[in-house]
Every structure is written in C-alpha cells, then in structure tokens.
C-alpha cells in the first residue's frame, strides 16, 4: 500500500506541475493581447527607415575627380572607375563609374571615405530583379535619386519607434 501512495503523490505533484505551467502560459497569451501586431503588409505599407540606414548608393557624376578613393577602401574591390588622364590640363577625367549591388555588402566605406562627397547612400532597399546582371548600376542608374517612401500617396508609412508601435 505504501507504493500506492507514492503513486498518488507523484501523481498530484505533476498534475499541479502541469496546472502552473498552462497557468503561465496563458498568463503570457493574455500580457500579448494588449499589445499592437508587428506584421507590416509590405507592398501597400512600407516603414520608414531611418537616418543612417545603408541602402543603394547615390553618385553624384559632376563632383567625382577620379582619385578612386572609393576603390582602395572597399573590402572587394567593387567599385569600377573608368578614367583618362587629360594632358593638357593635368588632371583625370571620369569616363565611367559602376557598382554591382549584387556584390556590395553595403558597409559604406565608399561613402565615408570620399573626398569630395559624390557619393551618398539613399533610403532604397528595393534591389530586387530576376536577372543578376540588373545590379550592375552604371554612373547614369546611380545618379537617380530614389522616390521617397514618405512622399508617395499610395503608400501607407509607418514610423518605427521603441515602443512596438507599428499599425
């Protein structure tokens, strides 16, 4: 009889286990229902990035004095600069400036290194395609200047904040 008991304790002691792990289980099911949905429906609502985010890069084609700066501080090499050394004037003209984003990490050592601050990082993160070798920006693709998220209509933005407030 004495095993019996045992048996019966054992038993309660698992079934009050049980009763406070489903007691705090729905205790944290209940502290969520207040709590606002963080799922963003993408292309109908886009957050707004913020300040310092690294998307595409921006190149400005006037202000570039070929010193390919940019070139040396990138971890691979991306940048490709195309340039000729004009003799009657002795400096180096641009002829052409690309960057293949399907191989960038966007570290923005091009950026912070520029001498003369023809490059820039935009809000775009939108680089998508179903062919490779539509990342391959030449100096025209990358002197457009993204649509802002914040000034198109047919969009809804939504401010990230510190709170989990997203709608």
């Known amino acids: ?3 019996m008991v045992t048996g019966f304790m054992n038993y309660s002691q698992q079934t009050i286990r049980a ?3 489903i007691g705090q289980s729905f205790m944290i099911t209940l502290s969520h229902v207040n709590r606002l ?14 300040e310092r985010f ?3 890069i921006h190149f400005e084609f006037d202000k570039c004095i070929a010193c390919e700066v940019c070139v040396r501080v ?12 004009e003799i009657d004037i002795r ?3 641009l002829l052409n400036y690309s960057i293949d984003f399907g191989i960038c990490i966007f570290c923005g050592n091009c950026v912070e290194y520029c001498p003369t601050n023809c490059l820039s990082m935009t809000e775009e993160y939108e680089l998508s395609t179903y062919d ?3 990342l391959n920006y030449n100096q025209i693709a990358l002197g457009r200047l993204p649509m802002s998220v ?6 809804r933005t939504i401010m990230n904040s510190n709170k989990n407030s997203h709608g």
């Open 1 to 3: 009889m004495f095993p």
């Open 54 to 56: 690294r998307g595409r």
């Open 132 to 134: 490779r070798h539509e």
């Open 150 to 155: 914040i000034g198109d209509y047919t969009i």
């Open 37 to 50: 949905p963080v799922t963003i429906q993408y292309p109908y609502e886009k957050s707004i990035t913020s």
């Open 19 to 21: 009763a406070r792990y």
């Open 91 to 93: 400096k180096k003209r």
């Open 74 to 85: 990138c971890p691979i090499d991306l940048p490709v600069v195309h340039w000729r050394l």
